[in-house]
């Protein structure tokens, strides 16, 4: 029993005696330097492949874009001439009530989006 407790106590021994021998020669006796890269701040911009498809899709799309663009304002058109329409087949008291309602909904609208912008400059500035 003693001599076990012997072997246990030069095995013990030797392991802290070995890792202080390596920890010293790890030790750094010259002083940390920083190490400079010659890296310019302008990083080198990569130029992506972009992938041209054939003219004809090309020319297909932007004609889908032109026709789009023709039928969104046929239809703005026809939406005014309507709402002009309406109101003149009314009596003059209505038709300053319709007027007076379509200015108050567009003032509301203009400070909803007001103040809707300002919450959005707000909560920007807050996570900036």
């Known amino acids: 029993m003693n ?51 054939p003219k004809s899709v090309k020319r297909t799309q932007k004609k889908q874009a032109a026709n789009d663009r023709k039928l969104r304002k046929d239809y703005e058109g026809f939406v005014k001439s309507n709402q002009k329409r309406s109101i003149e087949i009314q009596t003059p008291e209505v038709k300053e009530r319709m007027k007076q309602n379509i200015k108050n909904a567009d003032a509301s609208y203009k400070a909803k989006k007001k103040h809707n912008s300002y919450r959005t400059k707000q909560a920007g500035k807050k996570y900036r």
Do not use: E
């Not at 010293?24 to 041209?52: E, G, H, I, W």
């Open 3 to 53: 001599c076990l407790s012997i072997k246990r106590i030069i095995l013990f021994s030797l392991i802290i005696s070995f890792s202080a021998v390596i920890c010293n020669a790890q030790a750094f006796d010259k002083p940390v330097t920083k190490l400079t890269r010659n890296v310019s701040k302008n990083k080198v911009k990569q130029k992506k492949d972009r992938y041209y498809g």
